[in-house]
C-alpha cells in the first residue's frame, strides 16, 4: 500500500511562489505516476498536474499556463509542484494522488482508478 503525504502550503501574496512536496512511503514508492488535484471553494476537485515514473512525461491543466511545474526526486521518494505567480484563484487543497500504473492517466480527474491520496495541504493566495 502506498502512502502519500503533501507539505509546502501556506498563505503567499498574489505573484508569489511555493513549492509543494510529495512524499511517498510504501512499496515501491517511485514506482507510480503521481497526480496533483485542486479543491478550490465551490468546485468539484480537478487535476493540475502529473507526472509518470520514471519521471519523463508530465501534464499540466490548460489553467496552469505554464506557471506551474512538476518534478520527482526519486531519492527522496518525492514529487514537487513549484506553483510561480499563484493567483488568488489559485487557492484551495492541494492533494497528491497515485493509480496502480506508471503512466499519467489519459485525463487528470478522480476516478476510483486513484487508490492512494494524501491528506491534502492549504494553498491561500491573498493580498
Keep these: ?21 510529495c512524499e511517498a512511503s510504501g512499496i515501491n514508492p517511485n514506482y507510480y505516476a503521481i497526480t496533483w488535484f485542486r479543491q478550490v471553494p465551490g468546485k ?4 493540475v498536474s502529473c507526472i509518470s515514473s520514471p519521471g519523463v512525461y508530465t501534464d499540466y491543466a490548460d ?7 512538476i518534478s520527482r526526486d526519486t531519492a527522496k521518494d518525492s514529487v514537487y509542484l513549484q506553483m510561480n505567480n499563484l493567483k488568488p484563484e489559485d ?11 506508471r503512466l499519467c492517466p489519459p485525463v487528470m480527474r478522480p476516478s476510483s482508478d486513484f487508490t492512494s491520496w494524501g491528506p491534502g ?4 493566495v491573498s493580498s
Excluded: D, I, M
Excluded at 500500500?1 to 513549492?19: A, I, Y
Excluded at 489553467?63 to 511545474?69: E, H, I, P, Q
Excluded at 487557492?91 to 500504473?101: D, L, R
Excluded at 495541504?121 to 491561500?124: E, F, L, R
Design 63 to 69: 489553467f496552469v499556463n505554464g506557471r506551474f511545474t
Design 91 to 101: 487557492t484551495g487543497v492541494y492533494y497528491c494522488a497515485a493509480t496502480k500504473w
Design 44 to 47: 468539484e476537485r480537478e487535476g
Design 1 to 21: 500500500q502506498l502512502q502519500l503525504r503533501e507539505s509546502g502550503g501556506g498563505l503567499v501574496h498574489p505573484g508569489g511562489s511555493l513549492r509543494l512536496s
Design 121 to 124: 495541504t492549504q494553498v491561500t
